[in-house]
């Protein structure tokens, strides 16, 4: 029998030589990812060996050379020999269906296998000869020589905070270290030193700050497995739901520097949980890559943001730097670098350029639009070589605000709707199928197009009358529609005119952008080779609906792909590989960023699509033979 | 009439049109440095034009294109037109007989002239274009935009404390900024930004870390020019009067970081001084510059310097590097980076490696030796294009410690010493002709070779009874002789044998020193073409004395320079020149070091070293016809 141990939960089994580390897995209750069933024909359970014997049976996929070099095989393929500590990435440990980012994620392993990895950081593993009265170099020129041994011709600098370590860690290792480099192009920097041989690392974090959510990832960074992933509300929200009310309480006396340390203590509070999680020690982490809106980067870095809200919406910053993650604060992760993605303009922050990354945007190819929906509607139109982007303010609607009983997705909130047109009765699909709470962005999206289609309301999003609908009914002066009745009337959800209104000026926003995006490429909607949607607002969007009421143009449903958080997969991938850190940059330089403020073009394109699906059919086609013909005093 | 404003003392003056500002400054009590009484032909009274206008006579010497370019004339030849504002360097300002390294300010404009001003920092003046809606670019891509076009194809990079202050800076300034760059070799770093059009300036601090004083010059990086200089002892005395005692209370529990508070403390008060007196603000000194031995370059770093003392002597840094003087526990100067010189060995630090550029070792040449007498005598022999460099301990003697009434080099300190050969009086010249106090280690090596000269001592320092000297006695077990006379016997100052065996010792393990590294050369003393004495002490020394005593070569007295300060001109050349600054490097890494901890050859060598002047009179021929017959009998 041999001890297998499985990291990074650490739990140990014994399992009888010969097996795969497959069948152990899986007859211990640990599920692998597999499509293949454990045969080696997908790919998809690859683990890394930490330590111990182990033979391969042959298989028909194979690993890239370069997982293949630190380590990584299948586990259906590995048969263990002796005592084994066996490494599950994340995307190993979790079966594709869970994950929230698949064809995101499936974008980032083709650009990463594209441009290899090789990131900033690099580990090495130094047995140093003792020093004497013969050769008795300073400690740190000891270092030196070793490692320059292993990168030739390049320039070794250390950094403060190691050099007041070495000393006492040399001696007390036996001379036997760990190192961690940081390239910065002109040298590489001794960032940490740790005792003895570390077969894995170094790692990075990879943080996505929302104005709502913060996600984190730890990564390795050699060979980008994500050893975990952990998310919570962004602490700022106590302080302002949006951004414009953080930026109002920045301005308050201390109230930037408050901000700042919410959010930090926040992201090292997730970082902590990870690195425990992974057996790690916070020494592991080097470095931490931040992505989010302009706003977020600012009032992360400290910087103050009041003049992105003031004509001529001018941010401070423009990121894209490497900075000692101390200066921001952060304790448990004093020695690391963070590094920011880099932003385009003030409404147009590093979360979309990271997008860009994701979706694949740095490779030239045909014409793709990138939407990003939240409370902004931020959309970049391109091909590789230029971009035009642009960012329409949608207010809250989408994200279930600004509408009677909207809500986030939440347990219970309302996130598909379906309106029968003999019965006119509403079946509604909730999240978690829990009791209806309210209606989340989806839902409000079905609720509008199911409305129209109906005929419940007429092209203006008003209510028709004439259809004498019996859920129909006037409200605190307001007329709504109840969409899901409660115990008694005051417990019923409902939609009001106010409400659609609310909604039909968020999507005519939106629809006038990707049109002045389209017309300003002097291209048509036909030209569009591709739409990607990001964010989680994308994942429970009904793509059909969406055109229906006019938000998205009429393409072709199966040229629509939803990324995910594509701000983290962005962010990733530039944290796995300095070309993608430059190539964010070259794109955050090459967009042309159209400001909307005082556009009156966008004021057109804006009036004409407030119309369901739009003042002009003809850029509706597929919606057109839906609609229905007016039916006079039906049930509804 | 005009009004003549001098800086950085702010003096104004009226004058009338026409007349050159040598004049002016004369007729005011100002006195400017001159050997040629203003007309034109020395150079040496440069000043700078920072306002108004000038016109300017003809010159027969004609100062470098780059001080021309910055605003640089001879006071003797720039005539008045209008009111003016006048800077006044250092180096005019004080009378060439005052400068403390007359020799060694030479050598370094040389160095400065072979190579050109070129330092890390640059400062320019930028007038950002407003913001509009049409170009609404950060306020960080803002000041990138202009200063690119200054440095064409440079990676522009802020600090995160300069983006701090962007947004209300640039605002309350109208948009017209000066900004401090430094060049760190991959990208242009922001480092500092102010309000309006500064015409001086960018500013570096140069500072020389002695064991016993600390020394630190401000000096404008673009022009050179020194603005201000001051001294004080160093701080940590109190912890220990040398580095061994600072060691071990840098061991202590928070021992490293009170001994490293103080220091910075210490250079810090002295350069809000200069700042102060030349009208500059803090925020005007871009950079630090550090010299010193290892072990203080070690606690100013905040770096264990225990290892540095035990066997195999391994420091734990050779520095050469740049960080954030903030790290440090800079506060005034936060925004500063701090730049160590490189150090070699535990025993052969930043001060020697900086001496060496101010020696003009990074030239190929002829054979030099270049000597450095403290409490180490550290000494470096070669062509420039190899070292050979030895530490030989000598104590505290030429310091004045270890013996009984020695002194530093202090008001009444004995310096000079003559004994008359047939009264035996002993005529004595004091510092700053005060009464006596001690005498200090100029004085204790007059003292010796009069000792010798007069017979008083023998060959191995010894006491000649024979020669019935009035002035030798007996006091407490010890025999001494009586330098000068105090009110009674016990105010006396006299010198004992067993001080006489301490001076010997110091001067056999130095001397020793030297031979071990001409040996090594593969040479013999007639080869140096050039000995070197860096240090205050040189500047006592009585040559013919210290070869009468074997302590230095005999050879030629014109081959013997003394240098001052090389310490702190060395650092002051890093300071002005990335070339030097590299050269520093370069040396560093270049020089053979000889440990002679354990060195056989380095004993036998300290043996023979251990009479007057040696045991091999041939090596000193010229000593030989001084040593005067044995005369018996008489008065002393």
Not at 513 to 519: A, D, E, F, K, Y
């Amino acid at each position: 029998m041999s001890r297998i141990k499985f990291m990074p939960s650490g739990r140990t089994i014994n399992a009888r030589k010969g097996k795969t580390i497959f069948q152990i897995a899986r007859e211990a209750g640990i599920h692998l990812n597999t499509s293949c069933n454990g045969v080696g024909t997908c790919g998809k359970c690859k683990i890394k060996i930490i330590e111990g014997k182990v033979d391969q049976l042959t298989s028909s996929y194979s690993l890239p050379q370069t997982l293949q070099d630190q380590g990584y095989s299948l586990a259906c393929r590995t048969v263990v020999l002796s005592d084994c500590t066996i490494f599950i990435p994340q995307e190993t440990r979790l079966l594709g269906s869970e994950l929230l980012e698949e064809r995101g994620e499936i974008h980032l392993t083709e650009a990463i296998d594209r441009v290899g990895i090789n990131p900033r950081f690099r580990r090495a593993y130094l047995a140093l000869p003792y020093p004497s009265l013969e050769d008795n170099l300073s400690d740190w020129q000891r270092i030196e020589r070793e490692a320059v041994k292993i990168w030739p011709g390049r320039q070794l600098v250390p950094t403060y905070r190691v050099l007041q370590e070495i000393p006492s860690l040399l001696r007390d290792s036996d001379w036997k270290v760990t190192a961690d480099f940081f390239d910065r192009g002109d040298a590489l920097l001794l960032t940490n030193l740790q005792k003895g041989k570390k077969t894995i690392g170094p790692f990075g974090l990879v943080v996505d700050v929302g104005t709502t959510t913060l996600v984190v990832e730890l990564i390795e960074l050699s060979s980008g497995s994500v050893w975990g992933k952990t998310s919570r509300y962004n602490p700022q929200i106590t302080y302002g739901e949006d951004v414009i009310s953080r930026v109002i309480y920045a301005r308050q006396e201390g109230g930037l520097s408050q901000l700042q340390r919410e959010v930090v203590k926040a992201i090292e509070h997730m970082a902590k949980k990870l690195i425990e999680e992974s057996n790690l020690s916070p020494d592991d982490v080097s470095g931490i890559y931040v992505s989010g809106n302009t706003i977020m980067l600012h009032l992360l870095a400290g910087i103050d943001p009041s003049f992105i809200r003031e004509e001529p919406y001018v941010p401070a910053a423009s990121f894209g730097w490497w900075e000692d993650a101390s200066k921001f604060g952060f304790h448990l992760l004093e020695k690391s670098l963070v590094y920011f993605l880099p932003c385009v303009a003030s409404v147009l922050g590093a979360d979309i350029v990271a997008g860009l990354l994701a979706a694949g945007f740095d490779e030239p190819g045909p014409l793709r639009l990138f939407i990003d929906i939240g409370t902004n509607g931020e959309m970049v139109f391109g091909n590789g070589d230029w971009f035009l982007a642009c960012s329409c303010s949608a207010g809250p609607a989408f994200e279930g605000g600004g509408a009677k009983h909207g809500t986030r997705v939440i347990p219970g909130a309302i996130e598909e709707v379906k309106i029968d047109r003999e019965t006119c009765d509403v079946e509604i699909v909730t999240v978690g199928d829990m009791p209806p709470q309210g209606i989340c962005g989806s839902g409000l999206i079905d609720l509008l197009a199911e409305l129209y289609l109906n005929g419940i309301i007429d092209r203006r999003g008003k209510f028709d009358f004439t259809c004498k609908a019996n859920r129909l009914r006037k409200s605190n002066g307001d007329y709504e529609f109840v969409v899901s009745e409660g115990e008694d009337k005051t417990k019923d959800i409902t939609i009001t005119e106010a409400d659609i209104d609310n909604l039909m000026r968020a999507k005519a926003a939106l629809f006038a952008g990707i049109r002045l995006l389209i017309q300003t490429g002097n291209v048509s909607i036909e030209d569009i080779d591709k739409l990607y949607i990001a964010g989680v607002f994308g994942r429970y969007l009904d793509l059909e609906k969406a055109i229906t009421i006019g938000l998205l143009p009429d393409i072709p449903i199966d040229k629509i792909e939803f990324l995910g958080n594509t701000s983290l997969l962005g962010a990733r991938i530039v944290a796995l590989s300095q070309d993608f850190e430059r190539k964010a940059k070259e794109i955050a330089s090459r967009i042309t960023y159209l400001e909307l403020a005082r556009s009156s073009r966008f004021m057109d394109e804006y009036v004409s699509a407030l119309f369901l699906p739009h003042t002009h059919l003809d850029l509706f086609a597929s919606v057109a033979g839906k609609i229905p013909k007016k039916k006079k005093g039906g049930s509804c």
